[in-house]
Nanobody, 120 residues
């Protein structure tokens, strides 16, 4: 019932910024929390952060808190992940996902990943 399309990945230097987008669609796109996960080569998928369409609350992993910010635009049905002060360890494929709050272990829908590469 929910489709997600992540975009905006690319190559960026350490210390730089990048903003990812997750366009949502489907009959009940606003009924779920929407967030981000990432997976680096050779590592397990890691939770990044979550937000909701109705409430203003957000939830971030400790590894990105203070550097990454999730925002949303209901008119565009799009969730964003603004990444600042990027580090080489942030290099990963980033996925947007939707499901019940807080989403960490409750994902119901996955989007296609977008690759973020941070060079040193």
């Amino acid at each position: 019932q929910v489709q997600l399309q992540a975009s905006g990945g690319g190559l960026v230097q350490a210390g730089g910024s990048l903003k990812l987008s997750c366009a949502t669609s489907g009959r009940h796109w606003s009924a779920y929390a929407t967030g981000w996960f990432r997976q680096a080569a050779g590592k397990e998928r890691e939770f990044v952060g979550t937000t909701e369409w109705i409430r203003t609350r957000t939830y971030y992993a400790e590894s990105v808190k203070g550097r990454f910010t999730i925002s949303k635009d209901s008119a565009k049905q799009t969730v964003y992940l603004e990444m600042n002060d990027l580090k080489p360890e942030d290099t990963a494929v980033y996925f947007c996902a939707a499901g019940p709050w807080p989403l960490v272990r409750s994902v119901r829908y996955w989007g296609q990943g977008t690759l973020v590469t941070v060079s040193s």
